[in-house]
């Protein structure tokens, strides 16, 4: 069978695609495939969207195919009844050779194969390189050597078919939580560390402004003196002088 989803010539959808075999109405005349996003030109003759789109622009002419009047791109209409008709067909799924039984119509082709059990996928985990079918992706998961998946206890621990079987939960947030509850000690005990040098660091600085000021005190305390003494001196020499003028 031809490429499921187009004919191999454009953009057609290939006729071996469909339940029965489709009108020769639906056919474009270009690629031999039945019509996708159907366009009328002016002549009335009906092409695939990209088969006529394809054949203007290396045709220099700009002519129909079928009858070879000129065609002007601004006069092609896009016939939407005609494609929800073709949509409509029954189509067989693309997957049929790998034993997909299914028809369906040609606009929900996209939706069956997201969902199709035959549609062949690559294996999901990172480094895996197997291609599968999507109904056996559940077995392979069971020995993909790089399958990984979080705990589903909720633990975070992303685990491996290795690490799965040896994986404890409750041994393992009890290992998290001792080893958070050391390093919290450990915390602990270097800010009680930090706050006794700042404590003593404050006393040190407590008593050298204390000296400071006992030493303020002290120099206050002897310039009144110093005062005091000059005040005195300076009296008893202004009485010597008054009796000696007496005299």
């Known amino acids: ?23 020769y109405d639906l056919i474009c005349t270009i690629c031999q495939g039945v019509l996708r996003c159907p366009v009328r030109a002016a002549c009335h003759h009906i092409f695939c969207k990209k088969c006529i789109l394809q054949w203007l622009k290396r045709c220099r002419q700009q002519t129909c195919p079928c009858c070879r009047k000129p065609v002007n791109q601004s006069l092609i209409f896009v016939m939407f009844k005609l494609g929800k008709a073709i949509g ?4 067989k799924c693309k997957n049929e050779i790998r034993g997909c039984p ?4 040609l606009s929900e082709q996209y939706c069956h194969s997201m969902s199709c059990l035959f ?12 291609q599968l079918l999507r109904r056996d992706l559940e077995a392979h998961a069971r020995h993909c050597e790089h399958w990984r998946q979080p705990c589903h206890m909720g633990c975070g621990t992303v685990l491996s078919h290795r690490t ?8 393992q947030l009890r290992q998290e939580y001792e080893a958070r509850q050391r390093n919290h000690r450990v915390i602990a005990v270097a800010l009680q560390r930090k706050m006794r040098r700042m404590q003593s660091t404050m006393a040190h600085m407590k008593r ?10 002290v120099m206050d305390d002897l310039e009144e003196v110093e005062e005091e003494e000059l005040g005195d001196n300076s009296g008893s020499g202004s009485f010597s002088s008054s009796s000696n003028s007496s005299s």
């Open 88 to 91: 409509r067909l029954k189509i």
């Open 102 to 105: 299914d028809t369906l119509a």
């Open 119 to 130: 549609e062949l996928i690559p294996c999901p985990y990172q480094g895996c390189r197997a």
């Open 1 to 23: 069978m031809a490429d499921p989803d187009v004919s191999s010539q454009s953009g057609g959808y290939d006729v071996e695609l469909f339940v029965e075999t489709p009108d």
């Open 164 to 171: 799965q079987a040896q994986h404890n939960c409750y041994r």
């Open 208 to 217: 050298q402004i204390g000296l400071i000021c006992e030493s303020l005190e």
